[in-house]
């Protein structure tokens, strides 16, 4: 089952960079959004997946149960689902902050801070 | 957005909300739960009383300046962190005294540091652009 | 000198050389002495030093040279701005050098050689106000560190050669990597670097450049220090590389020329500090002859010459700066009957201009003697260019006496005044006069035991040298010092014809610094051609050249691992059930809607729906912590977008790329998928090692006295990680304010300007 979502990150993946390499700056911003989501279930299925038995140990065992899933890309994954919201809210507010500054949203136009000097 | 119905049950749903953060935040060490959950939780409930009534509002009942929530988080995660070097044990090491221990106290850290730092934004946000 | 603070300063920078000096001779025992200290020991870099017969000559020449030039430059730069700084530099400089002739492991050397260059930077570009001073800086620091570049390869090949960086242990290995393949290439590089420091022909320009410097830097870098480093290198590797052919053919054509080509270029001078400067390549020239020639005399000969150039060039440069500060010029025609308020000078300049042409008993004379025994010995070639080479020396000593002391009073002559109030003005000087001949004439059975012979032993471990004496009475070489004397007493008196047909004659021919300059012209036209290519200001290009590079790297590593059968492709298991499809399937439409979209308002629909599945995903496979974050986080992250996009409603008309370039996006954004795709399919089809995710669970009730075992990775196990990420959330959070407030911050700053005009 890990090949099926081996073909969906990279689809995602696809989508993402095809989104970043656009014109439009709120469009690479969700482009990033697709990729940050497609990386992270990325480690999540180099990790191995697990139906149904999550890494919690029952109150009256010392161990978790037999065939429990790998919970170390879980806090991992979950650190850098926080992280990347915080950096995703910078940059969304940097690329609000340039729409404003500079009038377009076309960050082709967006040259000002490059030739000003 | 000013519904009277969404401004009276937003008040009883933040304070509900609030409420099942902590006790997502306590029971976080032994089943799903945890800071960050807690905190975003936490922020969420806060976001539903802004749209309810203001930014000022929310300011108000926090009292304190998110970013003082922020910087008062990190500085208990910290603080966590440093017990254990007064008892001769490596920085962050978990130290247990019946059921409360130092990890509890780093996780109530990271969940003052994820609300005093999205509040913050979120707030921002909201009185720039409005 | 009225601040206390800057007379204690200038007062430990004149000391601490002779401190230095002091300990070097208290610590010294032949044949050597060690320093050990464990550095980097897994790169096998350890802070060792070495005294021995080679460094104790060059570290003592460095100290003790060091400390009469602290003294005389307390004088000389008395008015001066900065001159707290400058003593500063001077000290840094001298114990950059000390450290390169006392290290014992090649990598601490070649660190010490780029902090000469560095220092020597700061020493040359001193006057920092003038252009040339920054200009010439600049070329000496090029030249000497891009020459240090190679030589750091050079040294790298050689460690790997001897299988060890230390110093000693690679000298008593003596001749045997001659078979080495990288033997050659090695030598090469080493000697780039030599030459380069040294100012050997074709590199010789920055030297006279490097005159841009206040005096008392002139000489002590191009007497006893900063030019000798490539001495001192060629002298060590001389037990490695001697035997070999290359080795003496390039040494000794390199040196032999250098010597004399400077030597005509000192000749053309009419700068007194110039002429000093070009004669300094000429010694150097020399002193790689001596080395490239290698034998018993050869060395012997270096190591008098050494030490001979060391004492008269420091001496002549400070006399030459005295000469200076009376007149204000250093131009001889302008120069006339010093002699009167030069006193001193004056006698400090006749010994060690009579030691500089090699006049008995100077230790001059004492160095060329063996400087001809040892080029007799390989015909007439050598010993005959450096005959011309020391005429020339000749003609420039009486030149450098006649002219500004003796000559009688002229029209065109500068005014002077007497400045030899200051004893430290002509103390230091009269003491390198005074050493020029007491070493040769009373010390040198003990410059003999203390230097020559350890050093000798370092340089030429089979051979012994023979004893070193002033007379030896009437040979073949004093025959030749005779006629170098003559020679150069023919030149002075032809010089005023022949100078301006040696100028005619040199004018067509291109000059270093031209040379130079054309090379360096051409780096700045590369340089900002490709800043053109790639810094060309289209954001979208920058993004479009990353994932090139990106997919470049990915796709070389997976194209390697496909082609050659690293891992064998896994085979296909499908072990699904329909939700597993039915969530695959809504998260590609859900993508392809967002890149489909029109209207931000439906993306940010599809980006939401995306997050929602990608929480189902988690769910679905074990993972409720990270999905309940997944859930709130995009719950959040909508909220967020939703606000900003509300004010941002005017700006869904920017146009889209061209059709092609959108094929070429596509292109790279699928080879992006499809390696990503293929990397991940490969990760896990190779077997996990589970140690630490089940060591975690091992323990995580026992010593983490927790049942969530991914909580108590984030706040036991892992919790350093976790309190670092808070931070950088926090700062995010600080940062996004900052970026809102920007424009508040922006208004009050040009209200409050538009108040203040």
Avoid at chain 3, 65 to 91: C, D, E, N, S, W
Avoid at chain 3, 220 to 233: C, E, P, R
Avoid at chain 3, 656 to 662: A, D, K, L, M, Q
Wanted: with cysteine.
């Amino acid at each position: 089952m890990e090949f099926l979502w081996c073909l969906v990150v990279g689809l995602m993946t696809a989508c993402g960079v095809f989104l970043m390499l656009e014109r439009h700056i709120v469009r690479f911003l969700f482009g990033m959004i697709l990729v940050s989501n497609a990386i992270n279930l990325a480690i999540f299925v180099a990790g191995r997946l697990t139906r149904g038995n999550p890494p919690l140990i029952a109150s009256d065992a010392l161990l978790p149960a037999a065939g429990y899933a790998n919970p170390l890309p879980q806090a991992l994954i979950l650190t850098a689902i926080v992280i990347g919201f915080g950096l995703l809210l910078f940059t969304l507010l940097l690329a609000y902050r340039a729409i404003k500054e500079l009038g377009t949203a076309d960050m082709d136009k967006m040259q000002h801070a490059e030739t000003e000097q | 957005m000013s519904s009277i119905i969404f401004r009276t049950s937003a008040h009883i749903v933040t304070v509900l909300m609030l409420v099942f953060s902590v006790y997502l935040l306590l029971r976080g060490h032994n089943n799903p739960g945890g800071g960050f959950i807690a905190g975003l939780i936490a922020v969420i409930a806060f976001a539903l009383l802004m749209l309810a009534e203001t930014t000022d509002y929310v300011r108000q009942r926090l009292v304190y300046s998110p970013a003082a929530f922020a910087g008062s988080g990190i500085l208990i995660a910290l603080l966590a962190g440093l017990l254990p070097l007064f008892f001769g044990q490596p920085f962050l090491s978990g130290l247990w005294w019946g059921k409360i221990g130092s990890p509890l106290l780093f996780d109530i850290g990271i969940y003052l540091a994820v609300i005093g730092s999205v509040l913050m934004v979120l707030l921002n946000v909201e009185e720039e652009l409005s | 000198m009225q601040n206390p603070i800057l007379k204690l300063w200038l007062a430990f920078c004149t000391l601490l050389p002779l401190g230095i000096f002091l300990l070097i001779g208290a610590s010294y025992k032949p044949p050597e002495s060690l320093f050990y200290w464990s550095w980097i020991p897994s790169l096998d870099i350890n802070f060792s030093l070495r005294l021995d017969g080679l460094s104790v000559l060059f570290a003592s020449l460095i100290s003790g040279v060091g400390f009469l030039i602290q003294l005389y430059a307390v004088a000389y730069m008395k008015p001066y701005k900065g001159r707290a700084a400058f003593h500063l530099y001077l000290t840094l400089f001298m114990l950059a050098m000390l450290g390169l002739v006392l290290a014992d492991n090649l990598l601490l050397l070649f660190v010490f050689w780029e902090l000469t260059t560095l220092t020597s930077y700061l020493l040359i570009g001193f006057n920092h106000e003038k252009e040339i001073s920054r200009k010439n800086a600049l070329q000496a620091m090029l030249v000497t560190g891009s020459g240090g570049l190679a030589m750091l390869a050079g040294l790298i090949m050689l460690g790997e050669m001897a299988g060890t960086y230390s110093i000693s242990a690679i000298i008593t290995q003596g001749t045997s990597l001659v078979q080495h393949s990288w033997f050659t290439p090695s030598l090469l590089l080493i000697l780039l670097g030599a030459f380069t420091k040294s100012a050997q022909f074709p590199f010789h320009f920055w030297l006279p450049g490097a005159m841009a410097a206040p005096t008392p830097v002139s000489a002590y870098l191009h007497s006893s220090t900063m030019v000798k480093a490539g001495i001192y290198l060629l002298a060590r590797m001389l037990p490695v590389y001697g035997d070999s052919a290359l080795w003496f053919t390039l040494l000794c054509s390199a040196g032999a020329f250098t010597a004399l080509w400077c030597a005509i270029q000192a000749y053309r001078q009419t700068d007194l500090k110039l002429m000093l400067a070009f004669s300094t390549n000429v010694i150097l020239g020399q002193l790689v002859m001596l080395i490239g020639i290698g034998s018993s005399y050869a060395v012997t000969a270096a190591l008098l010459l050494i030490a001979a150039h060391s004492f008269y060039k420091a001496g002549l440069f400070m006399v030459v700066g005295n000469i200076d500060k009376a007149t204000g010029t250093r131009e001889y025609h302008e120069l006339a009957g010093l002699r009167a308020v030069l006193t001193i000078s004056f006698i400090a300049a006749l010994v060690t201009a009579a030691s500089k042409a090699g006049l008995p008993p100077s230790f001059g004379f004492l160095s060329k003697e063996y400087l001809y025994k040892a080029g007799l010995e390989f015909g007439w070639l050598l010993s005959g260019s450096m005959l011309l080479a020391n005429a020339i020396m000749v003609a420039l000593g009486l030149l450098i006496i006649i002219k500004p002391f003796l000559s009688p009073h002229h029209e065109k002559a500068a005014p002077m005044k007497a400045i030899e109030h200051n004893q430290l003005l002509w103390i230091p000087p009269i003491v390198l006069a005074l050493l020029s001949v007491v070493v040769p004439v009373a010390l040198l059975n003990w410059y003999q035991g203390l230097v020559i012979d350890p050093a000798a032993a370092v340089m030429l471990p089979d051979t012994q040298v023979k004893t070193v004496k002033l007379w030896e009475g009437f040979n073949l070489p004093l025959l030749l010092s005779a006629l170098t004397l003559i020679l150069g007493i023919v030149l002075y008196v032809v010089y005023p014809r022949l100078k301006p047909r040696l100028d005619q004659l040199m004018s067509g021919l291109p000059s270093g610094p031209g040379v130079y300059q054309h090379i360096l012209n051409a780096v700045i036209k590369l340089a900002n051609w490709q800043t053109r290519i790639l810094q060309h200001g289209h954001l979208t290009q920058y993004s479009l050249q990353f994932f090139i590079v990106l997919l470049a790297f990915l796709g070389t590593a997976l194209w390697k691992i496909v082609l050659w059968q690293v891992h064998p492709l896994p085979s296909i298991e499908l072990d699904l059930y329909y939700y597993d499809i039915i969530l695959a399937a809504f998260l590609v439409i859900a993508a392809f809607v967002v890149v489909k979209a029109r209207t931000l308002l439906l993306a940010v629909a599809a980006l939401g729906t995306i997050g929602f599945l990608t929480t189902m995903v988690f769910l679905v496979y074990s993972a409720p912590d990270v999905a309940k974050t997944q859930l709130l986080v995009e719950t959040l992250m909508v909220v967020f977008i939703a606000i900003v996009l509300r004010h941002l409603s005017a700006v869904n008309s920017v146009p889209r790329h061209s059709t092609s370039r959108r094929l070429v996006h596509a292109c790279v954004a699928i080879g992006i998928g499809v390696s990503i795709s293929l990397a991940l399919w490969i990760i896990t089809a190779t077997p996990m090692n589970q140690e630490i995710s089940e060591f975690y669970a091992q323990t995580s009730v026992s010593g983490g006295k927790g049942r969530n075992i991914v909580n108590v990775i984030l706040v036991d196990f892992r919790a350093f990680d976790t309190l670092g990420e808070a931070v950088v959330v926090v700062i995010a959070g600080l940062a996004a304010v900052a970026v809102m407030a920007g424009k508040r911050i922006n208004k009050l700053v040009s209200e409050s300007t538009r108040e203040n005009r």
